[in-house]
């Protein structure tokens, strides 16, 4: 049988793993409306087949969406992910921030969907990490490790941002980032430029691409949304 290029780079853990790992950040990373909220127990039976340290991380998570009310599971949400852009899910902010560079990148992210057989979400960027994960866990393992790989250093700054907060959602990030290549020297250069500049800005003559709101406006997030394929296994 043909070995994935995922398996090969990373043979201390299966490529089933890594799958279940994917969809599950795919879920609990979502906006946690009541659908969300019901595809938990979904996780908690997936994770079971996971090693002993990646289920603690996932059931950790799960445990705690699980025991709040829903309204402080989404306050706390919108303030984690969409109050700071340093905690932004979406992976091309860092690389293009507000310019017109990042329309072209995530054209490029949408074209990987289409090139595996899927239709890019109408409702959700393509670079939207949920998206991102979902499309690996259950589209093309291979494209969407290369897709996650090429992001190391944006979400390596997203665990970082999130473990300066206290957030529970560190240790999940933390547990996608274990399933990639460690950030070579040229992605820990880029990522203390990026800390020190902040993501690339043009002041004038943009069609802005969502980013993370201004304090005390919320904005609803769909996630994960279901990319226009037939499933082939996972949570859904």
Same mark, same amino acid.
């Given at each position: 049988?043909?070995?994935?290029?995922?398996?090969?780079?990373?043979?201390?853990?299966?490529?089933?793993?890594?799958?279940?790992?994917?969809?599950?950040?795919?879920?609990?990373?979502?906006?946690?409306?009541?659908?969300?909220?019901?595809?938990?127990?979904?996780?908690?039976?997936?994770?079971?087949?996971?090693?002993?340290?990646?289920?603690?991380?996932?059931?950790?998570?799960?445990?705690?969406?699980?025991?709040?009310?829903?309204?402080?599971?989404? $306050?706390?949400?919108?303030? $984690?992910?969409?109050?700071?852009?340093?905690?932004?899910?979406?992976?091309?902010?860092?690389?293009?921030?507000?310019?017109?560079?990042?329309?072209?990148?995530?054209?490029?992210?949408?074209?990987?969907?289409?090139?595996?057989?899927?239709?890019?979400?109408?409702?959700?960027?393509?670079?939207?990490?949920?998206?991102?994960?979902?499309?690996?866990?259950?589209?093309?393992?291979?494209?969407?490790?290369?897709?996650?790989?090429?992001?190391?250093?944006?979400?390596?700054?997203?665990?970082?941002?999130?473990?300066?907060?206290?957030?529970?959602?560190?240790?999940?990030?933390?547990?996608?980032?274990?399933?990639?290549?460690?950030?070579?020297?040229?992605?820990?250069?880029?990522?203390?430029?990026?800390?020190?500049?902040?993501?690339?800005?043009?002041?004038?003559?943009?069609?802005?691409?969502?980013?993370?709101?201004?304090?005390?406006?919320?904005?609803?997030?769909?996630?994960?949304?279901?990319?226009?394929?037939?499933?082939?296994?996972?949570?859904?």
């Amino acid at each position: 049988m043909r070995r994935r290029l995922s398996d090969l780079r990373h043979p201390g853990r299966s490529g089933a793993d890594r799958e279940v790992i994917w969809q599950a950040a795919s879920v609990l990373l979502s906006y946690p409306d009541d659908p969300m909220l019901g595809r938990l127990p979904l996780v908690r039976a997936a994770a079971s087949s996971l090693p002993r340290r990646d289920r603690q991380v996932v059931l950790a998570l799960v445990d705690d969406l699980a025991a709040l009310e829903p309204m402080a599971a989404q $306050t706390r949400y919108v303030e $984690t992910f969409d109050h700071k852009r340093r905690r932004t899910l979406y992976l091309t902010y860092w690389v293009a921030g507000d310019t017109r560079n990042r329309g072209q990148a995530i054209l490029n992210v949408a074209q990987t969907y289409r090139a595996s057989g899927a239709m890019p979400p109408s409702d959700e960027l393509a670079d939207h990490l949920t998206v991102v994960l979902e499309f690996a866990a259950t589209v093309d393992p291979d494209a969407g490790y290369a897709l996650l790989a090429g992001h190391v250093t944006p979400l390596s700054m997203l665990e970082s941002a999130l473990r300066e907060a206290g957030s529970v959602y560190a240790d999940l990030v933390g547990l996608v980032v274990s399933t990639l290549p460690a950030p070579g020297p040229d992605d820990l250069a880029r990522a203390r430029r990026l800390t020190m500049a902040g993501p690339p800005v043009e002041a004038v003559g943009l069609d802005p691409y969502p980013t993370p709101l201004p304090h005390g406006v919320a904005r609803p997030a769909p996630g994960p949304v279901p990319l226009t394929l037939e499933p082939t296994g996972g949570l859904r």
